[in-house]
Every structure is written in C-alpha cells, then in structure tokens.
C-alpha cells in the first residue's frame, strides 16, 4: 500500500461542475501539499497546509489530521484547470515530500 | 525573483553515458531536494542538500550523485545511464528558517536515454 493514495486516478468534467479529488495518507506528517501539473512537466504549488481549510480563489483545500485525509475541490471548474493534481506528504524537518501518483483533470466545454 | 530555474530543459544521451543536471533555487533558498518523475508516475526523493551536505536520501542507486555549491545551486549528476533513467528530473528548494517549509519547484529537465 503507497504511503500516499490519490482518487480518482482519472476526472473528466464538464466545464462549470465542482470538482472534489482526495487524498489519503497513512504516515504521520509536518504539512500536506497540493500541486499541480501541466503538460510539459513544470510543478507549481497550490497550498501547503496542516490543519483546516485554505481557500485560493476557485481552489479549496481542506485537511483532517485524525482521519489522515485532505481534499482538493475546484469550483466552476474551466478547461484552464486541466492538469495533473498531485497531493504530496512532508514529514519531519527535512521537508522530504512523498507523492501521491495524482489526478488527471479533464475539463471539456 | 527567477523563481527555481532548471538546466537544460531537455536531454538525449546514450546508455552508459554520464549526465549532469543543474538547479539555482529560488533567491534566499538553502536547501534543494531533487526528484525523478516517470512518466504517468508521482516524483520520487531522489535527495535533499543543505550546507553542501547531503541531508536525507531516497531509494536511489549510488549512481546518483550530487552537490551543493557555496550559492546554493546545485548539481544531480548520473553515471552509467540506464534506459530506465529516462524521466523528468525535478528540483525544488525551500528555506530552512522555520520547522516546516514550503518547497518551489523548477520546470524540470527531461532527459531521454537512447
């Protein structure tokens, strides 16, 4: 069993839907990251957080650390958003992340 | 602010060939920690450097080798290239101010091995 476990592996939306992808987790961790990733490969970083909800525009992250379990939820999803989310774990001090295998999004008109 | 720039972009190299890849954090970052990706898989901790020393390591062969310079860039460099080498290297770097820090990452560096 991966440290890490994304659903579902594959998303197809259409464009104005609201979107949910989870993560769980079985370690112990210092902050959980969202990410997400283009075409092309670069990575950008949508939230690092550890307790609670952050909310980035169209983005929602929420996190519960007893059930070891985040969500990333898009609202009025557009095909902007079609990527790879990945969610990621850090732990300790050293900032070492362990990925899950993310989430590709599909948003279609 | 660059943000964390990754050298060069892309890569083609032949199976036992050695390859270097480079990584400048971003400005008052300390610490890198590389990645390799394969394709349609998440990234995985290659290692982290910090103080020019290596920090912490992942499950990579010791034909991955590194280092950290003085500005803090740093190189990954691989020996003996393997067809299964082939991925995308990614770096990211953080600060070490404070217990847990948020990682920037670089566009990567695809390297191909023919």
């Known amino acids: 069993k991966n440290e890490v476990e994304q659903s579902p592996q594959n998303l197809t939306a259409q464009e104005g839907e609201f979107i949910t992808i989870n993560c769980s987790y079985s370690?112990?961790?210092?902050?959980l990251h969202w990410l997400q990733q283009h075409p092309g490969g670069g990575i950008v970083s949508l939230f690092m957080?550890?307790?609670g909800k952050k909310k980035h525009g169209r983005l929602i992250a929420t996190i519960n650390i007893q059930e070891k379990h985040s969500s990333l939820h898009i609202t009025a999803s557009h095909p902007r958003d079609s990527a790879v989310y990945i969610c990621?774990?850090?732990?300790?001090?050293?900032?070492?992340?362990?990925f899950g295998t993310g989430t590709r999004l599909q948003v279609t008109l | 602010d660059a943000g964390v720039t990754q050298s060069p972009t892309h890569l083609i190299k032949t199976r036992g060939q050695q390859v270097t890849l480079r990584c400048s954090p971003k400005?008052?970052?300390?610490?890198v920690s590389w990645y390799q990706q394969a394709l349609g898989q998440g990234p995985q901790f290659i290692f982290q450097?910090?103080?020019?020393?290596?920090?912490q390591r992942g499950n990579f062969p010791d034909r991955f080798s590194g280092h950290q310079f003085p500005n803090y860039s740093s190189e990954l460099n691989v020996n003996a290239l393997l067809l299964g080498d082939s991925a995308l290297y990614l770096c990211?770097?953080?600060?070490?101010?404070?217990?847990?820090?948020?990682?920037?990452f670089g566009p990567g560096t695809r390297l191909t091995v023919l």
């Open positions: 990211a770097s953080s600060s070490s101010g404070t217990y847990y820090n948020e990682q920037f």
């Open positions: 370690v112990g961790i210092s902050a």
């Open positions: 957080l550890s307790s």
């Open positions: 990621a774990v850090g732990t300790g001090t050293a900032s070492k992340l362990t």
């Open positions: 400005s008052g970052h300390d610490t």
């Open positions: 450097y910090y103080e020019e020393e290596e920090r």
